[in-house]
């Protein structure tokens, strides 16, 4: 009678059962930092240090994995001194697995966690990062932590966590043409709200979800954390095996939810009841569909992020500017090295270049307003990203509206928020 | 604890605005303490006391796991935020990184105090005490696991 969720944490935490509101150690498998939260991570070792505490080594650097993300390439010199910070820490503990900005396979961790297929099925995952829960995608307990909380997993390489309810929200059907998992989760967003899952788990499946891609499954479980959930996490199957063995995991323990698995709730919903969603400022739960929006005129289209800049997420916005031009400032960031190629071999830049877009390397950078085309005072961004907080993605006078990569698209061409289906 | 409120009655209060985005490079708790609550209130580090409490609504610190969130308020002199929810990342940063007490209170509670009010925090007693209204509220007990980490001062000095 276990979900998935409590099956993971109970094999993790050496129990045959778990229930909802258990607090537990669990062992940890695989732990992750990026250039802002491994600086974190060495600043509170510091700390320990200073109070006294011997620390030599790492409880298991194997399974310790590094990512250089939010302010690369270097935004000014305290940035680049991180990545100097974050380098020495490496060597000195024996991590092997540091995804270098500029020496090959790098970019955004969260999507580095399922293109290198560095978390598997069944795995308890932590990363210093709130969207870990990604990689819930992949079939795995996957939750963000803070520095303290990671450097903790490092010495000890276990964590505390309350076992979280889960909340259980099946697509019927498949996503009609023009409709993406974003649409769906912004959709989510808005009937629960942004704290509709705080400590809870959202589990996603169903026919709708058997029939979608892995990336768009993983713009799924990244943004329960915009709906506060402690993790996202989908059930294994056939697709799920196919795409981690492309990227050569084929030896994992799958775990999965007894039939008469207990969910605190059920949300059902009909796909194609679904349209084109948008997020307005200042929230991801301010949803309306985006034909409500077709009189708002845009400075900017930013195509970007773990949630937004996935090869599948490209291809939908090459459909839309092939042979059209974009009326907007418009940048394309794919999220990872190895999406970027993939998307030069298949010729998308060359539709994106066409079509008079800027394409720039994998970062973090605009989608956190730290650097790389941040957004001036009143200006307004359509986004493929995440977040829309105020100043998130520039001047605290900005704003950010929040839609999948084809609306994004169709609104890059128009100038105004656009519904695809509405694109002459 | 002994202290005044800088209230702010808002739900959501997100990480992005206790602490922006472009300051995540900085790992210096002091310099954090200087831009803590600025996407919100530019006058936060001039007015903020050592031992003051912030009060808020719902869903306190939600947003990303930057541990720099609660850094900056506990070096800005915050001793505990008192707000309706919180974000659970921003939770257990706050307890498991000793810098602050994030206390639960009820939608009460929450309407009596207002900005300024001078409180006095005894989580022994499960209790506040509003000095300047002159009245007493009870507050839920942490949970245990959360009580035993914040009596020990922090996850690293908790012997499980």
């Known amino acids: ?424 | 604890m002994k202290g005044s409120v800088i209230k702010y009655e808002q739900d959501n209060i997100d990480t992005d605005v206790i602490l922006p985005g472009p300051y995540l490079k900085i790992h210096d708790y002091d310099e954090l303490a200087k831009h803590a609550m600025e996407g919100l209130d530019k006058d936060f580090h001039k007015k903020v006391k050592p031992g003051d409490f912030i009060v808020a609504g719902r869903n306190f610190g939600c947003g990303s796991s930057r541990e720099h969130a609660p850094i900056a308020l506990s070096s800005s002199g915050i001793k505990a935020v008192l707000a309706l929810s919180f974000a659970r990342i921003f939770y257990r940063n706050a307890v498991d990184g000793a810098f602050l007490l994030p206390i639960e209170i009820d939608e009460n509670v929450y309407k009596d105090i207002s900005d300024g009010d001078s409180l006095e925090i005894d989580t022994a007693k499960n209790e506040i005490k509003n000095l300047t209204k002159n009245k007493t509220y009870k507050i839920k007990p942490f949970p245990d696991l959360i009580g035993k980490i914040i009596a020990a001062g922090g996850l690293f000095n908790y012997k499980p």
């Open chain 1, 1 to 424: 009678m276990l979900n998935i969720t409590e099956k993971i944490l109970a094999r993790a935490s050496g129990k045959s059962k778990v229930s909802p509101g258990d607090v537990v150690f669990v062992n940890v498998d695989k732990v992750m930092v990026h250039d802002v939260s491994g600086p974190g991570v060495i600043a509170v070792f510091e700390k320990l240090r200073k109070s006294g505490m011997k620390i030599e080594k790492l409880w298991d650097p194997d399974k310790v994995w590094v990512a250089e993300d939010h302010f690369v390439p270097a935004a000014d010199k305290i940035s680049a001194q991180n990545v100097v910070l974050l380098t020495n820490f490496t060597k000195q503990f024996g991590i092997k697995k540091h995804f270098k900005y500029g020496m090959g396979q790098y970019g955004i961790c969260h999507t580095l966690s399922h293109e290198e297929a560095m978390v598997l099925p069944g795995e308890v995952y932590v990363g210093g990062d709130s969207h870990t829960n990604t990689t819930g995608a992949l079939g795995a307990f996957a939750a963000g932590l803070g520095h303290t909380d990671v450097a903790y997993v490092m010495l000890n390489g276990k964590i505390w966590f309350k076992i979280p309810e889960t909340l259980y929200f099946k697509l019927n059907g498949k996503l009609p043409d023009y409709v993406m998992a974003k649409d769906f989760i912004l959709k989510i967003i808005g009937d629960i709200g942004t704290d509709g899952a705080a400590y809870n788990t959202m589990q996603f499946g169903g026919t709708g979800i058997s029939e979608m891609s892995v990336e768009e499954r993983l713009t799924l479980t990244n943004m329960s954390t915009e709906a506060g959930a402690k993790s996202g996490i989908i059930e294994p199957d056939q697709k799920l095996r196919d795409y981690l063995a492309a990227r050569g995991a084929t030896k994992y323990n799958e775990v999965h939810g007894d039939a008469d698995a207990q969910y605190k709730k059920v949300y059902e919903y009909e796909a194609s009841e679904l349209e084109p969603i948008v997020a307005k400022p200042f929230s991801p739960e301010n949803t309306v569909v985006a034909r409500e929006l077709s009189s708002i005129d845009l400075d900017k289209a930013y195509i970007g992020s773990c949630t937004g800049a996935k090869l599948e997420d490209l291809r939908a916005v090459a459909k839309i500017l092939k042979g059209r031009t974009v009326k907007i400032r418009t940048e394309i960031l794919p999220a990872a090295i190895s999406i970027f190629r993939k998307a030069m071999d298949e010729g998308l830049l060359k539709i994106f270049m066409d079509a008079g877009v800027v394409v720039g390397p994998p970062t973090c950078g605009a989608c956190c307003g730290a650097h790389m085309g941040v957004l001036a005072k009143d200006e307004v961004c359509i986004s493929t990203t995440n977040r829309n907080f105020p100043g998130r993605m520039g001047h605290i006078e900005s704003k950010t509206y929040l839609a999948s990569p084809l609306v994004t698209a169709a609104s890059a061409v128009t100038g105004k928020i656009t519904d695809p289906r509405d694109l002459k």
